[in-house]
């Protein structure tokens, strides 16, 4: 009896052991890639939620418009995984605030589908790696990832914000 007790215990127990063990690898890597993946779907939810004609909109003279946050968004995507990754920054035909919204919603989806590509030549050996970052300062890959998720993040919030104060719901309200 006491042996079929272990032989219920290890078995309820190992699966999880081992699923513990390969997801510590590239637990850094791994993580960013989750917060990309995040952030691409409702950076890019709210980007489509917004009509056309209020990609002008601005909350209050000091703030960027909804596009010009939209292109800053794909610009800062494009920049930061050049930095932390070794493939080359795509060139692209850049997008102004002024441009139409499907133009600035694919500028955002092909900045953040660089990214993914970037992250996914990326591991968790090479995340203490010395690179030259914003403004020519010195940082690590692992700042670099870090600042860009956090960057989404932050634009997300304000986002959300215009979109509420459109009348509209938020991709993560819905």
């Given at each position: 009896?006491?042996?079929?007790?272990?032989?219920?215990v290890?078995?309820?127990?190992?699966p999880?052991?081992?699923?513990a063990?390969?997801?510590?690898a590239?637990?850094?890597?791994?993580?960013g890639?989750?917060?990309?993946?995040?952030?691409?779907?409702?950076l890019?939810?709210?980007?489509?939620?917004?009509?056309?004609?209020?990609?002008?909109?601005?909350?209050?003279?000091?703030?960027?418009?909804?596009?010009?946050?939209?292109e800053?968004?794909?610009?800062?995507?494009?920049?930061?995984?050049?930095?932390?990754?070794?493939?080359?920054?795509?060139?692209?035909?850049?997008?102004?605030?002024?441009?139409?919204?499907?133009?600035?919603?694919?500028?955002?989806?092909?900045?953040?589908?660089?990214?993914?590509?970037?992250l996914?030549?990326?591991?968790?050996?090479?995340?203490?790696?010395?690179?030259?970052?914003?403004?020519?300062?010195?940082?690590?890959?692992?700042?670099?990832v870090?600042?860009?998720?956090?960057?989404?993040?932050?634009?997300?919030g304000?986002?959300?914000?215009?979109?509420?104060?459109?009348?509209?719901?938020?991709?993560?309200?819905?």
């Amino acid at each position: 009896m006491k042996s079929l007790i272990w032989v219920a215990v290890i078995c309820l127990v190992a699966p999880n052991a081992a699923r513990a063990q390969g997801s510590t690898a590239n637990a850094v890597t791994a993580t960013g890639q989750r917060i990309l993946a995040r952030y691409a779907k409702i950076l890019v939810a709210a980007a489509e939620e917004m009509p056309p004609d209020k990609y002008g909109y601005r909350p209050t003279p000091q703030e960027m418009t909804f596009g010009k946050s939209i292109e800053h968004v794909a610009e800062v995507n494009n920049f930061s995984c050049s930095k932390f990754s070794d493939i080359p920054m795509p060139e692209r035909p850049k997008v102004g605030e002024n441009d139409p919204k499907d133009k600035l919603v694919s500028a955002l989806k092909a900045s953040f589908d660089y990214c993914t590509q970037a992250l996914a030549k990326l591991d968790d050996s090479k995340m203490g790696d010395a690179i030259t970052f914003f403004g020519g300062r010195p940082a690590t890959r692992a700042a670099a990832v870090f600042e860009l998720t956090d960057d989404l993040s932050d634009h997300y919030g304000a986002l959300a914000v215009y979109l509420r104060l459109n009348g509209l719901l938020p991709p993560t309200a819905q």
